[in-house]
């Protein structure tokens, strides 16, 4: 099965953005997709929906809680998907994780810290 390598996390400051990448081993992993999404994971807490991109039409989807400050984009000559952060604030911190849908298996992640 391709991998999916999760990159672009750091520590920045509230108010601060980052830009998250995911990029696939294979030619066809994502293309071959219904959908394509971030997930995180704070510690002691579940792993959480953030945003998906719909592949066949590019149709977005984001959780309340980052809608207006996430954007989910994709490239799909480079096998890679994006996750625009912006205003972040501390409770975004987490692992971010990229996942094919339906969502069932998971690669490394990146971490992202956002200091009050």
């Known amino acids: 099965q391709a991998q999916l390598l999760e990159s672009g996390g750091g520590l920045v400051q509230a108010g601060g953005s980052l830009r998250l990448s995911c990029a696939s081993s294979s030619r066809t992993f994502m293309n071959d997709a219904v959908a394509m999404g971030w997930f995180r994971q704070a510690p002691g807490s579940e792993r959480e929906f953030v945003a998906s991109?719909?592949?066949?039409?590019?149709?977005?989807y984001y959780s309340d809680s980052v809608k207006g400050r996430f954007a989910i984009s994709r490239d799909i000559a480079k096998n890679t998907i994006f996750l625009q952060m912006s205003n972040l604030k501390p409770e975004d911190s987490g692992v971010y994780y990229c996942a094919r849908h339906p969502y069932v298996s998971w690669g490394q992640g990146t971490q992202v810290t956002v200091s009050s």
């Open positions: 991109l719909r592949w066949s039409n590019g149709m977005e």
